[in-house]
């Protein structure tokens, strides 16, 4: 099998295992805990969109505008921390991911045979490693 085959799809991606394998380049618990981020976020900006149609309608009479805004700016706060916590964490874990496919990639090409390489072109495989 040569390295063109390889990543023209013949891995574990075409085979449906390609989030099989990232999770396990991350860790179940790390990649759990970046799900619970996504949903954690999207679910404060589902609640920021509740709050302005109770802003909207006075749904809490007797509470100044100031007390309706500062609840809103409350929601916008813990949306943008949320947004910045899962973009470093998805970042984090993508470079995890990576790192660790790169140097096992690599370390199969190390204890190839050698008549793999005489049947593989070199730029073939240094454009493989340059991605």
Do not use: N
């Not at 999770?23 to 999207?42: D, K, M, N």
């Not at 100044?64 to 470093?88: D, I, K, P």
């Amino acid at each position: 099998s040569s390295l063109a085959t390889t990543a023209a799809g013949a891995g574990p991606a075409a085979r449906g295992g390609a989030y099989r394998t990232y999770v396990g380049y991350v860790g179940a618990g790390l990649f759990a805990l970046s799900i619970l981020v996504f949903v954690g976020a999207q679910l404060i900006r589902i609640f920021s969109d509740i709050w302005i149609s109770r802003w909207a309608t006075r749904q809490y009479p007797g509470r100044s505008e100031q007390w309706y805004t500062l609840v809103y700016l409350a929601y916008v706060v813990c949306f943008f921390l949320g947004v910045v916590t899962r973009s470093l964490l998805f970042f984090s874990l993508g470079q995890r991911a990576a790192e660790q496919a790169h140097g096992r990639a690599f370390a199969a090409l190390l204890r190839a045979p050698m008549a793999y390489f005489i049947t593989t072109p070199v730029g073939g495989l240094l454009a493989f490693f340059a991605k």
